[in-house]
T-cell receptor
Framework: NAGVTQTPKFRILKIGQSMTLQCAQD?????MYWYRQDPGMGLKLIYY???????DKGEVPNGYNVSRSTTEDFPLRLELAAPSQTSVYFC????????????FGQGTRLTVV | TQLLEQSPQFLSIQEGENLTVYCNSS?????LQWYRQEPGEGPVLLVT?????EVKKLKRLTFQFGDARKDSSLHITAAQPGDTGLYLC?????????????FGKGTKLSVIP
């Protein structure tokens, strides 16, 4: 039972570098989300998608991009890493957008130095 | 941005004690969820409430949704060390933002043996 799989689990980036955080789910969920979690700040929504080919901004989208070419995959791209992007990133998916359970991956801990 | 306020932010209690944590907003939720997160893991759903005044029980955990659907509480009876973790409430709002799940900052609970 894979559920939501995120890679990598840990990464250190230098300022200005780029990287893609991978997220894949095998539950055939239409809705997928990217959150970041900073200490004492809960989870903030970066981007979400309601289906293949459809994405939209969340609360904190600046500095990030996403794509959704398939139902299964929802990668998050950081183009020019900044120290403010140091955080733990969680990908989640749900069968519907409202009131249904969101399943989370184990997270990617990113440090930008 | 819809805000969810959780209180208290931190809670340290002895095994066997009872406790209540709160989740409040000025906005009306279409549904509200409680998640529990352990260190190094993603949040895991505990319960979803959708009807004003609804009460749900999960073993020693009792969840209540306010009549006006603006607030919720989680009560734990006879807390155990295994209850230690970060408790997050998440609200889904009706209208244009209904695809988004907005999280509170969480209550970090420590149960001391």
């Amino acid at each position: 039972n894979a559920g939501v799989t995120q890679t990598p689990k840990f990464r250190i980036l230098k300022i200005g570098q780029s990287m893609t955080l991978q997220c894949a789910q095998d539950m055939n969920h239409n809705y997928m989300y990217w959150y970041r979690q900073d200490p004492g700040m809960g989870l903030k929504l970066i981007y979400y998608s309601v289906g293949a080919g459809i994405t939209d901004k969340g609360e904190v989208p600046n500095g990030y991009n996403v794509s959704r070419s398939t139902t299964e995959d929802f990668p998050l791209r950081l183009e020019l890493a900044a120290p403010s992007q140091t955080s733990v990133y969680f990908c989640a998916s749900s069968a519907e957008g409202r009131g249904t359970e969101a399943f989370f991956g184990q997270g990617t801990r990113l440090t930008v130095v | 941005t819809q805000l969810l306020e959780q209180s208290p932010q931190f809670l340290s209690i002895q095994e066997g004690e009872n406790l209540t944590v709160y989740c409040n907003s000025s906005s009306v939720f279409s549904s509200l969820q409680w998640y529990r997160q352990e260190p190094g893991e993603g949040p895991v759903l505990l319960v979803t409430v959708v009807t004003g005044g609804e009460v749900k029980k999960l073993k020693r955990l009792t969840f209540q949704f306010g009549d006006a659907r603006k607030d919720s509480s989680l009560h734990i009876t006879a807390a155990q060390p295994g209850d230690t973790g970060l408790y997050l409430c998440a609200g889904s709002y009706s209208g244009a933002g209904s695809y988004q799940l907005t999280f509170g900052k969480g209550t970090k609970l420590s149960v001391i043996p």
